[in-house]
């Protein structure tokens, strides 16, 4: 499967839990990273969705959240990937932003010009990329 999603994870499915309308599924990547998402109840049944299932997470660039000097564990959203800017092209309007943890995993984010210039995003400077678990689709093969 080719996807435009910038930011596309492959893993397993290390938990999920049930609910009413959405489950809450957490893959765990091989570098030991999670990423957490929620779908519909209906299609994590059609996935199969189940521990030890092979899935890949996407993320769209857009919906990626780039902040500085702040504590990811104190915010809601369920997915922060603390790291390093490790690219930057700036363009007319938009920067694309990329950011690498530890690990070597790298997340992209698509921000504003003005709040690249207000974050004083540089390469090696530290940053965290964070999304909502309701960002993410899931897919598998």
């Not at 009413?20 to 996935?47: F, H, K, P, Y």
């Not at 990811?72 to 690219?87: E, F, I």
């Not at 790298?106 to 530290?126: F, H, P």
Request: hydrophobic content about 45%; cysteine-free.
């Amino acid at each position: 499967m080719i996807t435009s999603a910038r930011n596309q994870f492959s893993g397993e499915v290390a938990q999920a839990r049930h609910g009413a309308v959405n489950d809450e599924v957490i893959l765990r990547l091989a570098g030991g990273q999670e990423i957490v998402a929620t779908v519909t109840s209906e299609s994590a049944s059609r996935l199969g969705l189940t521990a030890g299932k092979k899935a890949s997470a996407m993320v769209k660039a857009t919906s990626v959240i780039v902040m500085v000097d702040v504590d990811v564990s104190k915010v809601s959203a369920r997915n922060a990937v603390s790291g390093k800017v490790s690219d930057i092209k700036k363009g007319a309007v938009n920067t694309d932003v990329t950011i690498t943890d530890d690990t070597g995993m790298a997340i992209s984010a698509i921000i504003t010009n003005s709040s690249a210039d207000r974050l004083g995003l540089a390469v090696g400077k530290s940053a965290a990329a964070v999304f909502k678990a309701s960002s993410v689709i899931v897919a598998v093969d």
